[in-house]
């Protein structure tokens, strides 16, 4: 990856062009009364239009992260209030939302790993750019249909404009930038429709920019080659798998919208990875019940904030591995193993505490059997390094059974963050040494 000249003229470009639209929008808004919600899609709409014209202004992905990069610094310092005048255009809705930073996430991600696939990249931000707005819209002016989500509501009309735009914008993109069949197109375009609608209706503070287009890049790479028989019998096998997870949700007392949050991204997972790679998520899932039944914390969605951290460390460890040029999915499998491990340690209290080793030693066993299925085609980052793994499993589990009040806020963020430490360890130590 290099940069030129050129590139930084670009990044200079877009970013003053932001400000311009912001404080345009911002101008026009007051004068012409303009509400905060059509403010913020009218930025919206510009963003994702700019950025479909990244892959002709940069050849590689190392300027698009620095303009991503200066953009997310940017739009965080419009929070503040000494530039709230301007900030406004993106912030002054009644809801909490960072759906403009994860946007920029998202348009760097599918970039970087849409370079000469062009499908990969168009698509994704087409939709979240127009199925995002049209749903907005439609919403707001017909919907009757209501279902509360986190921060408000959203209507099954809402809902419905998404999938057909999507359905659309999918038919009308493929048929042009790929020579997929035509019936492959239409049912291709079927599944990306009703997987990105519902990821957006479940979606919560703004993350439906980010998990919709990173889920329609991530289904499109997986299944674009696919027969037509093929993915009918993958949808099938989705909506399965779907009802599946709401009846263990029924009997876990998991809110129908977790549920439906947790298949989405276990269904990702077995696509691209295997089922057995999904079975630590799992239990992840299973040790975060245990955890908030038996010592809860101060989180009112803690489902969600799981869902939000476990979608988000993927994502990281998929990247780190382009970055390393080599598959990192031990790495990834350990991590989700210490955190189930973690659960596990809160969940526990006095004499109950002893099943933390035997069952050390069965998440350790699960690990390390996941590890050796996937050795022939995913080398691991290491060998007999068995302290370290020890480490990387005990670190999460003691802290949690030592220091349980450090885990009363935000505690799947902070399990994820001390059980990748290790991890982190082993991929910086196979990167650099």
Same mark, same amino acid.
């Given at each position: 990856?290099? &940069? +030129?000249?050129?590139?930084?003229?670009?990044?200079?470009?877009?970013?003053v062009?932001?400000l311009?639209?912001?404080?345009?929008?911002?101008?026009?808004?007051?004068?012409?009364?303009?509400?905060?919600?059509?403010?913020?899609? $009218?930025?919206?709409?510009?963003? @994702?239009?700019?950025? &479909?014209?990244f892959?002709?202004?940069?050849?590689?992905?190392? *300027?698009?992260?620095?303009?991503?990069?200066?953009?997310?610094?940017?739009?965080?310092?419009?929070?503040?209030?000494? =530039?709230?005048?301007?900030?406004?255009?993106?912030?002054?809705?009644?809801?909490?939302?960072?759906?403009?930073?994860?946007?920029?996430?998202?348009?760097a991600?599918?970039?970087?790993r @849409?370079?000469?696939?062009?499908? $990969?990249?168009?698509? *994704?931000?087409?939709?979240?750019?127009?199925s995002?707005?049209?749903?907005?819209?439609?919403g707001?002016?017909?919907?009757?249909?209501?279902?509360?989500?986190?921060?408000?509501?959203?209507?099954l009309?809402?809902?419905?404009?998404?999938?057909?735009?999507?359905?659309?914008? %999918?038919?009308?993109?493929?048929?042009l930038l790929t020579?997929?069949?035509? =019936?492959?197109?239409v049912?291709?375009?079927?599944?990306?429709?009703?997987?990105?609608?519902?990821?957006?209706?479940?979606?919560?503070?703004g993350?439906?920019?980010?998990?919709?287009?990173?889920?329609?890049?991530?289904?499109?790479?997986?299944?674009?080659a696919?027969?037509?028989?093929?993915?009918?019998v993958v949808?099938?096998g989705?909506?399965?798998f779907?009802?599946?997870?709401?009846?263990?949700?029924?009997? $876990?007392?998991?809110?129908?919208?977790?549920?439906? @949050?947790?298949?989405?991204?276990?269904?990702?997972?077995?696509?691209?990875?295997?089922?057995h790679?999904?079975?630590?998520?799992?239990?992840?899932?299973?040790?975060?019940?245990?955890?908030?039944?038996r010592?809860?914390?101060?989180?009112?969605?803690?489902?969600?904030?799981?869902?939000a951290?476990?979608a988000?460390?993927?994502?990281?460890?998929?990247?780190?591995?382009?970055?390393?040029?080599?598959?990192?999915?031990?790495?990834?499998?350990? +991590?989700?193993a210490?955190?189930?491990?973690?659960?596990?340690?809160?969940?526990?209290?006095?004499?109950?505490?002893?099943?933390? &080793?035997?069952?050390?030693?069965?998440?350790?066993?699960?690990?390390s059997?996941?590890?050796?299925?996937?050795?022939?085609w995913?080398?691991?980052?290491?060998?007999?390094d068995?302290?370290?793994?020890?480490?990387?499993?005990?670190?999460?589990?003691?802290?949690?059974?030592?220091?349980?009040?450090?885990?009363?806020?935000?505690?799947?963020?902070?399990?994820?963050?001390? %059980?990748?430490?290790v991890p982190?360890?082993?991929?910086?130590? @196979?990167?650099?040494?």
């Open positions: 990856m290099s &940069l +030129t000249w050129r590139d930084g003229i670009f990044i200079a470009a877009v970013i062009g932001m311009s639209l912001m404080g345009g929008v911002r101008y026009f808004a007051g004068r012409y009364s303009i509400g905060p919600e059509t403010q913020r899609k $009218l930025v919206h709409v510009a963003t @994702g239009t700019a950025a &479909l014209f892959p002709l202004l940069f050849s590689n992905a190392l *300027p698009v992260f620095l303009l991503i990069g200066a953009a997310v610094i940017l739009m965080l310092a419009l929070r503040s209030p000494m =530039l709230a005048s301007v900030g406004g255009v993106l912030h002054e809705v009644k809801r909490e939302s960072w759906g403009e930073i994860y946007l920029a996430l998202a348009i991600f599918t970039f970087f @849409g370079l000469g696939e062009p499908i $990969l990249y168009v698509l *994704p931000l087409l939709v979240i750019t127009l995002d707005t049209a749903s907005a819209l439609v707001t002016e017909y919907g009757k249909r209501r279902f509360a989500v986190e921060d408000g509501s959203k209507s009309e809402g809902v419905a404009a998404f999938f057909v735009v999507t359905w659309l914008v %999918a038919l009308v993109t493929l048929l020579d997929a069949p035509r =019936l492959n197109v049912v291709l375009s079927f599944l990306v429709a009703a997987f990105c609608a519902l990821v957006e209706a479940d979606s919560w503070r993350l439906d920019n980010l998990f919709v287009p990173v889920g329609a890049h991530l289904l499109l790479q997986q299944y674009l696919s027969s037509s028989a093929e993915l009918v949808a099938v989705f909506l399965l779907l009802g599946l997870m709401l009846l263990v949700a029924e009997a $876990l007392r998991l809110p129908p919208r977790a549920a439906r @949050g947790y298949a989405i991204l276990l269904f990702l997972m077995i696509s691209l990875m295997a089922p790679n999904a079975l630590l998520t799992g239990l992840v899932i299973v040790g975060q019940v245990w955890a908030r039944a010592r809860p914390g101060t989180s009112q969605r803690p489902e969600l904030d799981l869902l951290v476990a988000v460390v993927a994502l990281f460890w998929l990247i780190a591995g382009e970055l390393a040029g080599r598959s990192v999915l031990a790495l990834f499998n350990l +991590t989700f210490a955190v189930a491990l973690g659960f596990a340690a809160l969940a526990t209290r006095g004499w109950w505490r002893l099943v933390l &080793l035997p069952l050390g030693f069965a998440i350790g066993g699960l690990f059997w996941v590890a050796k299925l996937n050795t022939p995913h080398p691991p980052w290491f060998d007999a068995w302290p370290w793994l020890v480490a990387a499993l005990a670190v999460p589990a003691g802290l949690a059974m030592l220091r349980p009040e450090w885990f009363t806020t935000r505690r799947s963020a902070k399990l994820f963050a001390v %059980a990748m430490l982190l360890v082993f991929y910086f130590r @196979g990167m650099f040494l």
